[in-house]
């Protein structure tokens, strides 16, 4: 049989190439980072800011110490946190984008959320108002949505595990306390742990029959909704015992002021039955839920691209004819990331915060000579129920106020003193409760002839005098400041 013939296109062609494996990727090192200012500390844990050398990216970098979580038996929270975190993709949580370990230490590298934690705002302001109490909770939803949807539970929904990034958009961590549900190894891990999660928004199943489920986390959901508005979680007490008790009764009041529309939405997730929680599966899921009056208006799916509402101060309304108030600096900048230098590299560059000058001799506008003062100093601790109190400070003025946080009130008697000093003391106790800080960056601020603020770096003190005589304690802190800061126009 003849030769067929070889059609060019089959014949031999030059040897081309091969192609060269793509070269591994290197394994990040510690080395790779320069470390900076610690963002927070768990039980087993520490989470510092860290910047890629090669590429100037910041992160959230958790660090774990290996013969610790041996030690402690934390190796199933460590995985099962890797495990969790691998599978979520959601703008609403942290996001795990690489791990790698030297020889003593575990690290994470972790989405960085600048703006911190979401609870010093709540106590920063004290409570939230509608807008921002929608919104946010709106955002947890819509995580939840997420996370149950990938058949994960958190178990430790709280404040102090909602951060808040750059844009003041939340995302959810700490998910070393979450259950994967039908992952073999949290099988009858019910059984072994009496309690897992934070005592104030801990569900009342998981304390009675030793189980969450996904209504679990709808439980924490209310509880932090009525923390928004209120200022303070549903279940308060002395002590984690007392807690459970009310958590497993019921026991809990809406104060006077709590809006109508939310408290419905607060009622419908505080149910002991979880399969009658608003949101839960038995319920038909996530569509009620979003469908609340509460969140009319919300866009669930541009949540993320949404612009959050301001963050101002907010003194609710106590009774229907009365106001809110809000104050005029808004807040979106509380435990900032912006600079990871030591206070200590600037010291020795010799930039140092502005030292207190020492106490002025002086009331009012007198000037007090040395042995005037100590004439003042001795009368007012023969006759002054206050000056065990403060010190060997003489009282510049003094009255009853109500302090508040939230919906919240407490009667206090309020110290002003040389120093400065701001005292409050609990009248009935005579009990020292506490002293407002005083920095050059206090502000006072009156919003009528009964309330006044008293804005700090980190807190906002809402006060109600009612002898209405909010104006003559703005003007006197505005005059002590002064004394000891100078004016605001030559601060600045």
């Not at 979520?88 to 934690?117: C, I, M, N």
């Not at 701001?422 to 601020?445: C, F, H, Q, R």
Request: aromatic share 10%; charged share 25%; glycine share 8%.
């Amino acid at each position: 049989m003849a030769d067929k013939p070889v059609a060019e296109s089959d014949q031999a062609k030059p040897a081309q190439p091969q192609a060269q494996p793509a070269p591994a990727k290197k394994k990040k090192q510690p080395q790779d980072f320069v470390f900076g200012k610690i963002l927070g500390e768990g039980s087993y844990s520490t989470v510092q800011l860290a910047r890629e050398i090669s590429t100037g990216k910041e992160y959230a970098m958790k660090i774990l110490e290996k013969r610790h979580i041996i030690r402690e038996k934390k190796v199933p929270y460590v995985s099962r946190e890797k495990d969790v975190l691998s599978r979520l993709s959601h703008p609403f949580f942290v996001q795990l984008f690489f791990t790698f370990q030297d020889k003593e230490r575990l690290y994470y590298g972790l989405s960085l959320a600048r703006k911190g934690e979401l609870l010093p705002y709540i106590n920063k302001l004290g409570s939230f108002d509608l807008k921002c109490t929608q919104f946010y909770s709106a955002e947890i939803i819509s995580a939840l949505l997420h996370l149950h949807g990938l058949g994960i539970i958190h178990r430790d929904l709280k404040p102090e595990n909602i951060l808040l990034s750059e844009d003041m958009h939340i995302k959810i961590t700490d998910f070393g306390t979450a259950k994967i549900l039908g992952s073999p190894e949290q099988s009858g891990e019910a059984g072994r742990n009496s309690f897992v999660g934070t005592a104030q928004y801990v569900s009342p199943e998981l304390l009675t029959d030793k189980k969450a489920c996904k209504s679990s986390d709808l439980w924490a959901l209310g509880c932090i909704i009525y923390q928004l508005l209120s200022g303070l979680p549903p279940f308060r007490a002395s002590n984690e015992y007392q807690i459970f008790q009310r958590i497993i009764k019921l026991e809990y009041e809406f104060p006077n002021g709590f809006p109508d529309c939310p408290k419905g939405l607060v009622e419908r997730l505080l149910v002991l039955d979880p399969t009658k929680r608003l949101g839960c599966d038995e319920m038909g899921g996530f569509p009620p839920l979003q469908a609340d009056p509460f969140y009319e208006g919300i866009n669930w799916e541009n949540l993320s691209k949404e612009t959050p509402p301001r963050l101002l101060p907010y003194l609710p309304a106590t009774c229907a004819d009365e106001p809110g108030f809000w104050g005029e600096s808004e807040i979106n900048s509380l435990n900032s990331t912006d600079s990871d230098i030591d206070v200590g590299i600037l010291e020795n560059l010799g930039i140092v915060e502005e030292d207190v000058p020492a106490p002025l001799k002086r009331q009012g506008n007198t000037m007090l000579s040395e042995e005037e003062r100590e004439a003042k100093l001795r009368k007012q601790n023969e006759e002054s129920p206050w000056s065990g109190f403060v010190g060997n400070n003489l009282i510049l003025k003094t009255g009853l106020v109500d302090k508040r946080k939230g919906l919240f009130a407490r009667r206090r008697q309020l110290i002003l003193t040389e120093g400065p000093h701001l005292y409050y003391v609990d009248t009935n106790a005579m009990v020292l409760k506490g002293e407002i800080p005083w920095t050059k960056d206090l502000k006072v601020e009156a919003k009528n002839f009964r309330i006044f603020f008293i804005h700090t770096p980190n807190r906002t003190y809402y006060l109600e005098d009612p002898e209405e005589n909010a104006d003559g304690w703005v003007d006197t802190v505005d005059e002590v400041h002064k004394m000891y800061f100078g004016s605001r126009d030559d601060a600045s």
